[in-house]
Antibody
Framework: DVQLVESGGGLVKPGGSLRLSCAAS????????MNWIRQAPGKGLEWVSF????????YYADSVKGRFTISRDNAKNSLYLQMNSLRAEDTAMYYC??????????????WGQGTLVTVSS | DIQMTQSPSSLSASIGDRVTITCRPS??????LNWYQQKPGKAPKLLIY???SLQSGVPSRFSGSGSGTEFTLTISSLQPEDVATYYC???????FGGGTKVEIK
């Protein structure tokens, strides 16, 4: 079964840092682009970052550009999100999500169970 | 950025009812439109991709249609297990609609 398992979330003070990890299994990780998507408590979904299979192309939402860094280690089947200069508005559930290429465009499938990041003093 | 406007933001319907959710992008997106279902306390799940293609394992009571700047998700006969929030997403630049919360009347 395809599985994505996030870890690394927790409580951090404003201005602090956190590194999220996502362990992938059940598929050929090094052939898929990956995403981080977040969801603030009681709110909708917000795309955070994207990385291609070989890390050639990386994109960020404006809200995190310059503070977050996405990376991957294909040898370890792992995706990462380094989050620096954290703000209260970064508080959210962070999901690791595979890019699913289908005729007619890409989609997001599957999603991990999420890891909760809380930024508070 | 392409903005995605979903309506209604919530609805309450009876078991067996036909339910329709609409998504309107701020500009034409061709067929780059996907739908997701998020049950309470769970991660979202892909329901429909490329406007109308049902993801594997999704019940046939779900269907999608539309093009350009208006898209629709339809549940032909609402079931108790369909209680969830539904999100549309455009895959040009990955933005989501605000969500539609579906409840049973």
């Amino acid at each position: 079964d395809v599985q994505l398992v996030e870890s690394g979330g927790g409580l951090v003070k404003p201005g602090g840092s956190l590194r999220l990890s996502c362990a992938a299994s059940g598929f050929t990780f090094n052939t898929y682009s990956m995403n981080w998507i977040r969801q603030a408590p009681g709110k909708g979904l917000e795309w955070v970052s994207f990385i291609t299979s070989t890390s050639d192309y990386i994109y960020y939402a404006d809200s995190v550009k310059g503070r977050f860094t996405i990376s991957r280690d294909n040898a370890k089947n792992s995706l990462y999100l380094q989050m620096n200069s954290l703000r209260a508005e970064d508080t959210a559930m962070y999901y690791c999500v595979r890019d699913y290429s289908a005729s007619g465009g890409d989609a997001l499938d599957p999603w991990g169970q999420g890891t909760l990041v809380t930024v508070s003093s | 950025d392409i903005q995605m406007t979903q309506s209604p933001s919530s609805l309450s319907a009876s078991i067996g009812d036909r339910v329709t959710i609409t998504c309107r992008p701020s500009q034409s997106i061709g067929s780059y439109l996907n739908w997701y279902q998020q049950k309470p306390g769970k991660a979202p799940k892909l329901l429909i991709y490329a406007v109308s293609s049902l993801q594997s394992g999704v019940p046939s009571r779900f269907s999608g249609s539309g093009s350009g700047t208006e898209f629709t998700l339809t549940i032909s006969s609402l079931q108790p297990e369909d209680v969830a929030t539904y999100y549309c997403q455009q895959s040009y630049s990955t933005t989501f609609g605000g969500g539609t919360k579906v409840e049973i009347k």
